[in-house]
């Protein structure tokens, strides 16, 4: 039985996914200038504030459905923030900036993203932990959450005709995954260390050839939610399962209609049907390249994903500060 609840399409439509594009190119904006300040909250604040105003020229009626849960009368773009300047109902789920750490430090990889789906098509997880393997498209259905961790490797590198000490496996660099990491290099797999990003490691898994072919581990549910629908869009899976700290945790998962905090939930229980993501680089990537400066003006790289329009669109963005036409004149194409 699926935790979603019955299937509320959002029909005849015309597609809104460009204007996503926007919304991140603001956030992402507005972050680039805290690059390396070492202040993650500025840089996030600063993130939040340009999303905010940038979903305000996007003609839909959207709810922030899962991420931060504070009071959305403080906390802009908290769980319950409505977006967008009206029209059609849409649930949202964004991270203004992920990977606020990076930036401050000035390191690679950080992102704003947000996916968007009809009401009710995102499973409204609690902010929490999740377990979470994600795989491209020739794994899918092959990983298990309770599978032994060789065996999952085996299943990954059989599907890409590599050997597991081909396989490059990202993983976030927190004291928890010592054991996991331990694990991996004892199989033989080559493992990636991250600081943090893992909707990007997920993304960079299923994209066949981003040299990365996993990733896994212990991360927050958000960004699982939004790498699910990042699966859905490029045909990869996500597997996960709660990883709660608290009963007050479990008791927020019982609250949202899940019963059971120990099942595993695979892609198509965190996201259904139609859906948009959007993600631009602040600091750059394996995938995406970061804000870049130029005279007058920035160059932002984004990742714009629909099922509905059935396209991954790689767009690159002159955004020019100057009024003047001409200022873009003196830009090489990078
Ligand atoms: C991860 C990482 C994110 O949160 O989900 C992480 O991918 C999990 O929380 O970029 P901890 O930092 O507590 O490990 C982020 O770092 C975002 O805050």
């Not at 015309?14 to 904006?29: K, N």
């Not at 927190?174 to 990007?200: C, Y």
């Not at 970061?290 to 007058?296: A, I, K, N, Q, S």
């Amino acid at each position: 039985m699926s935790l979603l609840g019955p299937d509320k399409e959002w029909g005849e439509y015309r597609c809104m996914c460009r204007e996503f594009g926007a919304v991140t190119e603001a956030a992402a904006l507005a972050a680039g200038r805290w690059v390396g300040q070492g202040d993650p909250e500025a840089a996030e604040a600063a993130a939040v504030e340009a999303m905010r105003a940038a979903f305000a020229q996007v003609p839909i009626s959207g709810t922030v459905v899962v991420g931060k849960e504070r009071d959305p009368q403080t906390s802009p773009l908290a769980v319950g923030s409505r977006v967008g300047m009206g029209g059609r109902p849409t649930d949202i789920v964004l991270r203004a900036l992920e990977g606020a750490n990076i930036v401050a430090r000035g390191q690679a990889g950080a992102i704003s993203v947000l996916t968007a789906a009809a009401p009710g098509n995102v499973l409204q997880v609690p902010e929490m932990y999740m377990q979470k393997i994600a795989v491209g498209a020739p794994a899918v259905g092959k990983v298990e959450m309770e599978a032994d961790i060789e065996q999952n490797l085996e299943a990954i590198a059989d599907s890409l005709g590599l050997k597991v000490n081909e396989l490059t496996i990202v993983v976030l660099d927190r004291p928890r995954h010592d054991d996991l990491v331990a694990t991996l290099r004892r199989a033989g797999a080559r493992v990636k260390l991250i600081q943090d990003g893992d909707v990007m490691a997920s993304i960079a898994a299923a994209i066949r050839d981003s040299g990365d072919h996993a990733h896994i581990g212990i991360g927050g549910s958000t960004e699982g939610v939004i790498s699910a629908a990042a699966m859905q869009c490029l045909g990869g899976e996500i597997v996960s399962k709660f990883w709660p700290l608290s009963r007050r945790e479990i008791e927020a998962a019982r609250e949202r209609g899940i019963e059971d905090i120990e099942a595993t939930l695979r892609t198509e229980d965190l996201v259904r049907g139609d859906l948009v993501l959007s993600a631009t680089g602040v600091t750059s990537g394996d995938v995406l390249q970061g804000v870049e400066y130029r005279h007058e003006g920035a160059r932002t790289q984004t990742l714009v994903m629909c099922t509905k329009c059935r396209h991954v669109r790689f767009v690159e963005t002159v955004h020019s500060f100057s009024p003047d036409p001409k200022a873009v004149a003196f830009w090489k194409v990078r």
